[in-house]
């Protein structure tokens, strides 16, 4: 099962893009990598996901690198209300979380 | 829709004592599951179902028990709860396991303590 490590915490300026990295280097070829955030004590929220190529919706934009060893989620303009824990989770079903990371956005 | 509710909110139990967790969804889903979150962790899978009737073992399933009788209700029991098992408790409904779209949409969650 490809694992994957993120960063434990992350701070980002209110109005400033928040870019959340994340490695998977032993991911496989057909295996997609989602991205899930929990705002404080609710349940997982699914944010995006991809395969190859970047994808963008209203919520993020996600880049995988041309090897598929890492991606970046992207907030475009982090407000407070995306602090949270970002989980990167290379799909399985059903989902595998790790710690995630906790990314602060302050004011 | 309601999406994916959970009853109750809140519970304390005393050692020993038993109780169950109802999670049901409005969406018609294939797919549910229990997750159990400790403090400062992630969460882990406990039990979960691929359809009405049919339930598999997740990560950590000792203490726990599920049954899956209506394709909308997955309920979740502890038959001798233990201090071990305080925790959130997160259950969660998805379509079929589809590797292209995958959302698991979740239900806000049961705090259960355990003295």
């Known amino acids: 099962d490809a694992k994957t490590t993120q960063p434990t915490s992350m701070d980002c300026a209110e109005g400033r893009a928040a870019n959340l990295p994340c490695n998977h280097s032993t991911i496989s070829g057909n295996e997609y990598v989602y991205w899930y955030r929990q705002i404080h004590s609710q349940g997982p929220q699914y944010i995006i996901h991809?395969?190859?190529n970047n994808e963008t919706n209203e919520m993020a934009s996600l880049i995988i690198t041309e090897d598929r060893k890492s991606s970046t989620l992207i907030l475009p303009h982090a407000t407070l209300r995306d602090t949270a824990v970002y989980y990167c989770?290379?799909?399985?079903?059903?989902?595998?979380f790790g710690k995630g990371t906790r990314l602060s956005v302050i004011a | 829709n309601a999406g994916v509710t959970q009853t109750p909110k809140f519970r304390v139990l005393k050692t020993g004592q038993s109780m169950t967790l109802l999670c049901a969804q409005d969406?018609?889903?294939?797919?549910m599951y229990w997750y159990r979150q400790d403090p400062g962790m992630g969460l882990r899978l406990i039990h979960y179902?691929?359809?009405?009737?049919?339930?598999a073992k997740g990560e950590v399933p000792d203490g726990y028990n599920v049954s899956r009788l209506k394709k909308q209700n997955f309920l979740l029991g502890l038959e001798s709860a233990a201090p071990s098992q305080t925790s959130v408790y997160f259950c969660a409904s998805s379509y079929f396991g589809r590797r292209e779209k995958y959302e698991q949409f979740f239900g806000p969650g049961t705090r259960l303590t355990v003295l």
């Open positions: 989770i290379v799909l399985h079903t059903p989902l595998v």
């Open positions: 991809g395969l190859k």
């Open positions: 179902s691929v359809g009405e009737g049919t339930t």
């Open positions: 969406m018609n889903h294939e797919y």
